[in-house]
C-alpha cells in the first residue's frame, strides 16, 4: 500500500485515553507531588497541608496535560518524532504556566495577600522549568522505547521471513524426480505437480503476517499431500476433521503446512507400513484449535525435527495475535499430537 499523507510518520505518543494510562498519570503525579515535597523537608517541616496543595496542583497539571495530548494524538503523530516530542513538552509547559498563574490567584484570593511580584513570576516560571525538564525526560523515554520496539519488531520479522521461506531440500529434490519420471508415462500428472509446487512457492514467498482463509491454508496443505502421496503411495493416508467454516476462518499462511511436512517427514516416512495423519479444525471456547497427528516410530529423533517447527509457528502466531497464542506438543505411546489454539478473529 502506498503510503498517503494522512498516514502518521510516528506512533511513539502512548495512548493516554485509557483507563489505565489515565491510572498512571494520576499515581505518577501523586508520587511526585510527594517526592517535591520531600525535598521541600530539608528547609521546613513536613506539612500535610503543603503536600495536599502540591497533589491538587500536581494532578491538575497531569490530568489536563495528558487529556490534551490524547485529544491531539492523532494530529501529532502525523508530526516527525522530534517535532512531535517539541510540540508535547511545549504543550505541558504552556499547560503548568496557565494553572501556576490560576493557582498563585487562588491562593491570593484564599490567604488575602497578594505575593510579591518578582517572587510570584519566579514560582511561575520554575513550575515552568520542571515541567519543560520532565516532560522532555518522558518523550525521551517514550522514543526509546519505541525505537527498541520497531527494532525487535524488524529483528521479529526478518527471522519469521527467513524462516517462512525455507522449504526442506529434500522435498524439492523428491519433487523434481517425480516429475522427472512422470513426464514420459503420465504427462498431465506431471503438470499436475508442476503446478502445486508452484503453489507451494509462491505461497513460501509471500509477506510475513498474511492471514488467509483456513480453506485456502487446506488447499496448500492438499497439494503437499498430493505430491508426497506421488512418492509414497498408500503408506501415506490423510484424514481430515474440519469443524469450522473454513472459508471464514482466518489463519496465518503456511501454519499448518510445515507441521504437515515434519508429520509424514519424522512420523509416516520411517515405518516400513507407513501410516495416517490427522488434521482436525474446530471451534472451541471463543478460540481456534487446530491439530495435527501421526504415528510414533521408534525412538525420538522426530521430536527434534518437531520442536524447530512448533517454535518457527509460536514466533509467527505470538507476532499476531500476543501472549493468548498456546503451541503445545503431546507426544503419546503410539501417537505424536501438535496442537494449535489462539483467539479467533
Not at 164 to 193: C, G, W, Y
Not at 287 to 308: A, F, Q, T, Y
Not at 323 to 328: G, Q, R, Y
Amino acid at each position: 500500500m502506498a503510503a498517503t499523507d494522512e498516514q502518521p510518520n510516528s506512533s511513539f505518543l502512548p495512548d493516554l485515553c485509557s483507563t489505565r494510562a489515565v491510572l498512571v498519570v494520576v499515581v505518577v503525579a501523586e508520587l511526585m507531588a510527594l517526592v517535591i515535597n520531600l525535598v521541600a523537608t530539608y528547609y521546613s517541616d513536613f506539612s500535610m497541608g503543603r503536600l495536599a496543595i502540591t497533589s491538587l496542583f500536581v494532578q491538575w497539571v497531569g490530568l489536563t496535560s495528558a487529556a490534551l495530548v490524547c485529544q491531539l494524538r492523532p494530529r501529532l503523530n502525523r508530526l516527525a518524532p522530534s517535532v512531535a516530542a517539541v510540540a508535547v513538552v511545549l504543550l505541558v509547559v504552556v499547560d503548568t504556566l496557565v494553572f501556576s498563574v490560576v493557582a498563585a490567584l487562588v491562593m491570593s484570593w484564599v490567604t488575602g495577600t497578594l505575593m510579591p511580584g518578582s517572587l510570584w513570576s519566579m514560582e511561575i516560571l520554575v513550575n515552568g522549568l520542571i515541567a519543560a525538564i520532565i516532560a522532555g525526560l518522558v518523550m525521551r523515554y517514550f522514543y526509546v522505547q519505541e525505537q527498541l520496539r520497531q527494532k525487535g519488531q524488524a529483528e521479529l520479522q526478518a527471522r519469521i521471513q527467513a524462516l517462512q521461506s525455507r522449504i526442506r531440500p529434500h522435498f524439492l529434490f523428491n519433487s523434481m524426480n517425480i516429475i522427472a519420471s512422470l513426464i514420459a508415462v503420465d504427462p498431465d500428472t506431471a503438470e499436475k505437480v508442476v503446478e502445486d509446487l508452484s503453489v507451494l512457492f509462491r505461497a513460501s514467498l509471500k509477506n510475513i503476517g498474511n492471514e488467509v482463509s483456513l480453506d485456502e491454508e487446506l488447499e496448500l496443505c492438499r497439494r503437499y499431500i498430493h505430491i508426497e502421496q506421488l512418492r509414497m503411495g498408500e503408506r501415506l493416508q490423510v484424514e481430515w476433521d474440519i469443524r469450522v467454516e473454513a472459508k471464514s476462518v482466518m489463519i496465518p499462511l503456511l501454519t499448518l503446512q510445515p507441521l504437515l511436512e515434519n508429520a509424514i517427514y519424522h512420523g509416516i516416512q520411517p515405518l516400513a507400513a507407513g501410516g495416517v495423519v490427522t488434521i482436525r479444525a474446530l471451534a472451541e471456547h471463543g478460540e481456534l484449535v487446530l491439530s495435527v497427528s501421526n504415528p510414533k516410530p521408534e525412538g525420538d529423533g522426530h521430536h527434534n525435527g518437531n520442536r524447530m517447527a512448533l517454535e518457527n509457528i509460536r514466533h509467527r502466531l505470538e507476532a499476531l495475535y500476543g501472549d493468548e497464542v498456546a503451541v503445545e506438543s503431546r507426544p503419546q505411546q503410539k501417537e505424536y499430537e501438535i496442537e494449535i489454539r489462539y483467539p479467533l478473529q
